[in-house]
């Protein structure tokens, strides 16, 4: 523990806040979109002083932390309570030993797709870094104050039932009896290679009319300006409710150092796939100009796009799509963890199904064929190798997160990267191993805002008996 305190005070509430070009009226953090970035130490202790001026009960989970269960801040597990409106709630922890790109945001019904969200990095006083510039970047799916409001958007979905959800004309659900083709559930779990990956079946149930980059639109993007050659380190943290982006920077490749705040080995590609709660640490070596930081929606018309500046020059096209969408677009495969990051090897002493469903009547969404409110627990004992199989039987993707852990990729033949996200593909399997050290009560669930509303999502229990 490194003895110094970082203390925050945050006010969840009301504002209007400028996306670019257009102002809105939705909820914040500190009445900025996103809201401010915290950064602290491995081994600080952190107290987070939450009040909430909000007409609705709230709360800040840690996305990603391996911290204690009593701070979680995901209601409904062993976390503390929603902070009602008018409360005051103080996060108080010890920052966990693994620095990396972590975000905090809301876990209380649809409000991620406001603006209660904000950028948490973690660094390590040991290291010194080689980069030089550092910048987070959040990508969002936006629709309050432009459209309807997230419940609003919940409602229509659960009004028009699964039977509307497919813009395709094919059933969404992926419920026995349909034909899906060839695809069986035993695909390679990857949808960043081959198979049926994001924008081949149905890609989101929303369609948005704004996508940001930092809470800003393509038309009044936000500017990176850096020199010429510098080596700069994007934090990329798709913060979005209902989308998957496929992100480039024009006329860069990308070095992927860590995903999920995991150190990997340096892999370059050219383009990648970001899920909702997954983060991304790339580096680019800048070149001279003005370049595009553009990320397509997958299966979605519009973009989001922010500005990589080293000189000057005319603004970047929205309309234009970089080549680099196109080029070498990252696997699972290629994440290879450090030597000291790797998970040790065993036999599970457990495995359990984790099967994503959804109800033909009304929109239900499912794990083990049960809804939050009627959920049976996963299972585990401390100490224990825990194998968890996500099973997809929809034809939408899932990007799953378990709350408190990492887990590490493909088991049984190798031990890939450590994550707390994963996204399973449509009619595809994805299992992973974790090893259950940090007792206690913590979530697992579809990290698609309003699939985890209408009900996907469960609880990974620590039992003694």
Known sequence: MSGRTVTREITARQATVDIGGRKVNTWTLDGVLPGRELRVGV??????????????????????????????????????????????????????????????????????????????IVEDPAVRGDDDADAVLMLDDWTDGLGRSPDQVLADLRARGMAGMSDKGSDSTGMPGMDHGSMDGTGSGDPHTGGMGPGEADSGDVQYP????????????????????????????????????????????????????????????????????????????????????????????????????????SMPDPAVRPAELNGRLLSYRDLTPVPNDVLPARPPDRVLNVDLGADAVGYRWTINGRTFENRSALQVRQGERLRLVFRNTT???????????????????????????????????????????????????????????????????????
């Open 43 to 120: 081994g600080d202790r952190l107290r987070v002083t939450l009040h909430n001026r909000l007409p609705a009960e709230t709360s800040l989970h840690w996305h990603g932390l391996e911290l204690r269960n009593d701070m979680d801040g995901a209601p409904g597990a062993g976390g503390p309570p929603a902070v009602a409106p008018g409360g005051t709630f103080t996060y108080d922890f010890v920052v966990p030993s693994h620095p990396g790109t972590y975000f905090f945001h809301s876990h209380v019904g649809t409000q991620l797709d406001r603006g209660l969200y904000a950028p948490l």
């Open 210 to 313: 704004a996508y940001l980059i930092n809470g800003r639109r393509p038309e009044v993007p936000y500017t990176l300006a850096v020199r010429p050659g510098q080596r700069v380190r994007l934090r990329l943290v798709n913060a979005g409710s209902d989308t998957v982006f496929r992100l480039a920077v024009g006329g860069h490749q990308l070095t992927v150092t860590d995903a999920d705040g995991r150190p990997v080995q340096p892999v370059t590609v050219d383009t990648l796939l970001i899920g909702m709660g997954e983060r991304y640490d790339v580096v680019i070596t800048a070149d001279t100009g003005t370049f595009p930081i553009f990320a397509a929606p997958e299966g979605k018309d519009g973009m989001a796009m922010a500005v990589l500046r080293t000189a000057a020059g």
């Open 395 to 465: 034809m939408m993707n899932h990007p799953m997160h378990v709350h408190g852990h990492t887990f590490a990729l493909q088991p049984p033949t190798s031990y890939g990267a450590r994550k707390d996200v994963v996204i399973v593909p449509p009619m595809q399997t994805v299992t992973v191993d974790l090893q259950a050290d940090n007792p206690g009560q913590w979530m697992v669930h579809c990290h698609n805002s309003y699939h985890q509303a209408a009900g996907m999502m469960t609880v990974l229990s620590y039992v003694t008996n």
